[in-house]
């Protein structure tokens, strides 16, 4: 079972559990670099440091931190690899780009970088960053993601979850302090979107304050507050701390505290792999945990027998399991209409059904595809995933694209299955959502 933990530290009583007698025998080569992005982020000038154990013939983890380097992160992290706690990490402090404008002034792209709800950021440190710093210094590094931690503080923290969020397979291992889940790039939908998709395999430290700003862009104690909850609701493997009467991320620089959090998330790395314990009771009514996407030759094929000024007018149309109303969506649109299955049709009594969860920079806004399942649930094949539509219009689940390619098409018959243009894939759905086998004559015509 996920755990979840608040803890409550009291400024005048800090625990301090580190040794301070321990004689710390590993040096530290400290490098300062610069990288211009090319595809992602391109023109931006990304200023960075590492801070690389003195270990010969290493495979490093790594520890990708914002604004600067840590100095607290990476003393508490060597003490931590010198004791076999856990492995010697590379630690890179990265700096929000920096873009020249025409007339060569210099402008900051935090908010671009750091804010924003979107994987272009996440992209430029995975395959360029990363890459960049192995190949220019000969460091090899670990390529499991149980080896790689992402951190921030702040706009830093938000970061370090959505690098994560977007990079499931590159980092398990998440620490936030005073995460700025705010409306500055939408990342307020986060906590929500936390409870309505799949568990992701993620071991997390969250820290937040009594006195975090309250600005006009969001409160900061209450989304940090969602976001716990969030993770309690997802099952997350998960500890919160929380600081009475200090303020925004106040013992992000306290080496005292970075030995602690590094110590939790590290806790059995030689024993077993992070992985998600669990998926919310919400997701587990359309899928069973031990669902996987799988290969597979085939996609049903599918008919749609909906009105001809339907089909003229939406690019998906899908009928209702009971019959009574259509579904209709256009892929440029972050809606799901409804019209009522009546003998005169009229396309000027829409009803609106969904509104799509959408996130910046994706292509298409709106359902690639359509289907329904034996409870009439609606799966909606977005380019962020299958979202799940119930009968009353509420986007409850979000299931996980089986690959990183476009997806193409959605069908529910005997299971649920996606084609993209990387493949054909079939997954397990729980018994009442599919259809028996004389139903699937019943109902094949209505899919798009």
């Keep these: 079972m996920a755990r979840l933990h608040c803890i409550i530290y009291r400024s005048e009583t800090v625990l301090n559990r580190l040794k301070k007698e321990a004689i710390r025998m590993t040096e530290i080569r400290y490098i300062d670099g610069v990288l211009t992005g090319k595809k992602y982020k391109p023109g931006m000038e990304f200023k960075f440091n590492l801070a690389i154990p003195c270990v010969e013939d290493y495979e490093f983890g790594y520890i990708i931190e914002h604004d600067w380097q840590n100095q607290a992160t990476v003393n ?79 706009s830093g923290g938000i970061s370090a979850f959505v690098i994560a969020w977007f990079h499931p397979d590159v980092f398990h291992r998440i620490y936030m302090s005073s995460p700025s889940f705010l409306s500055m790039g939408r990342g307020n939908e986060i906590p929500y979107l936390i409870r309505k998709y799949e568990t992701k395999p993620f071991r997390i430290y969250q820290e937040y304050s009594e006195n975090e700003p309250n600005e006009y862009f969001g409160w900061t104690v209450g989304i940090d507050m969602e976001a716990m909850e969030g ?163 509420l986007i409850d689940v979000i299931l996980d694209l089986p690959d990183d390619e476009m997806p193409e098409k959605i069908a529910v018959t005997d299971a649920l299955y996606v084609k993209t243009t990387g493949g054909i894939y079939r997954r397990k759905l729980q018994e009442k959502c599919i259809f028996e086998q004389d139903e699937k004559r019943r109902h094949v015509h209505y899919y798009d």
């Design 231 to 393: 993770f309690r609701f997802a099952n997350y493997d998960f500890e919160c701390v929380y600081f009475p009467g200090e303020g925004h991320v106040s013992r992000y620089r306290d080496e005292n505290e970075a030995y602690k959090r590094f110590e939790w998330l590290w806790a059995g790395w030689k024993a077993a792999p992070v992985q998600a314990k669990a998926n919310s009771a919400r997701v587990n009514e359309v899928v069973p945990f031990e669902s996987r996407w799988e290969a597979c030759d085939s996609f049903p094929e599918t008919e749609c027998d909906a009105p001809e000024e339907l089909l003229e007018a939406y690019d998906k149309v899908v009928l209702s399991n009971d019959g009574q109303a259509w579904y209709a969506a256009n892929v440029n649109e972050d809606v799901v209409h409804m019209f009522l299955n009546e003998e005169e049709l009229s396309l000027d009594r829409l009803i609106l059904h969904a509104t799509l969860h959408t996130i910046p920079h994706y292509n298409i806004k709106g359902a690639i595809d359509m289907a329904v399942d034996r409870e009439d649930r609606l799966y909606v094949l977005t380019e962020i995933g299958v979202q799940c539509v119930r009968s009353f219009g």
């Design 76 to 154: 508490a992290h060597l003490r931590l690899a010198d004791e076999g706690k856990a492995p010697y990490c590379v630690s890179f402090g990265v700096q929000p780009g920096v873009l020249t404008m025409p007339d060569g002034s210099k402008r900051n792209m935090r908010m671009n970088n750091y804010d924003l709800f979107d994987r272009e950021y996440g992209d430029f440190i995975v395959h360029e960053l990363i890459p960049h710093v192995s190949e220019a210094y000969g460091i090899r590094f670990s390529d499991s993601a149980d080896m790689h931690v992402v951190a921030g503080g702040s």
